[in-house]
């Protein structure tokens, strides 16, 4: 499915602060902690946590008083808690656009095949696309670069031409993490390598709405090269990160297998991105730095 198209439709920040030209008014994210935006602390949103999904809602939201947004994402999900969990009450908020990823848990934590995670997937999106939403899916990013989970690439990139297929088959859209080539740079990424960071997440957010065609004011940022290291100084903060972040988010998971971590949907309910608490403007002069 090709996204609706706006009328005259500008992309990369060229628009100003007036109504974004699309047809959606409920927009419902789901997914993971990818969804949920870890990695991009904002105490003034709902969970601590602003993110990818929160941006495109802002976007959205502009100029349209009765657009609402419900993000049911939980971190370490993996795909069939997802499908299981997040499906029936994203479909009893009837929204008009679905933003779904899943699978990443499996691959990285899990080593699943690709294959089966993909024919589970298929269910599900049959299931938000009989709705008449806009559905769009996520192609997982390379993390051929990244040490120890570099070996999940080629899973990945299986997963994700299974994605395209699926996107065919139910006339979704894919937003494509493994194209945008800019998220190889380490300044995209949180320090645990795992999730992105706020300039991460706000690249991500301007390519969800360039594959909408929706107007946006996001404006794109390069991000600074970082100092040169030896392959000694490279070697030592691989193993720092896999003591400090490796480890302990794979004992998390495997924790999670017989107890219930007790964590919930950030925005449960559709409701206005802006309101008394935090109007319009508020991230104006928080944006990330390049």
């Known amino acids: 499915m090709n996204a609706p198209s706006a009328e005259s439709p500008a992309q990369g920040g060229s628009v100003g602060s007036g109504a974004r030209l699309h047809p959606w008014s409920r927009y419902v994210a789901l997914g993971d902690s990818f969804t949920e935006g870890v990695g991009d602390p904002e ?30 994402a939980v971190r370490g999900r993996l795909l069939h808690q997802i499908l299981d969990e997040q499906i029936v009450p994203a479909l009893a908020l009837q929204p008009d656009l679905i933003t779904l990823n899943a699978g990443g848990n499996d691959l990285i934590f899990r080593r699943s095949d690709p294959d089966k995670l993909a024919a589970r997937m298929d269910a599900g999106v049959q299931l938000l696309a009989s709705t008449g939403a806009t559905v769009v899916l996520f192609a997982g990013p390379d993390w051929g670069d990244t040490p120890v ?20 088959r139910h006339d979704a859209v894919i937003a494509d993490l493994w194209a945008l080539r800019q998220l190889t740079h380490p300044r995209m990424w949180d320090p645990d390598r795992l999730h992105f960071s706020p300039l991460g997440q706000h690249t991500i957010a301007i390519m969800v709405l360039d594959t909408l065609n929706v107007p946006h004011t996001l404006e794109p940022m390069t991000p600074k090269d970082l100092p040169g290291r030896t392959w000694r100084e490279a070697r030592t903060d691989d193993i720092i990160w896999a003591r400090e972040h490796l480890f302990p988010w794979v004992l998390q998971r495997l924790k999670q297998r017989v107890s219930d971590d007790g964590r919930h949907a950030k925005r449960p309910d559709p409701g206005p991105v ?7 403007g508020t991230f104006v002069e928080n944006e990330p730095q390049s």
């Open 43 to 72: 105490p003034r949103s709902p969970g601590g946590l602003r993110g990818w999904a929160d941006r495109v809602a802002e976007e959205l939201s502009a100029g349209h008083d009765d657009f609402a947004y419900a993000n049911l």
């Open 149 to 168: 989970l570099g070996h999940t690439r080629a899973k990945v990139a299986i997963f994700n031409e299974n994605l395209r297929t699926i996107a065919a």
């Open 274 to 280: 802006f309101g008394a608490w935090m109007p319009p």
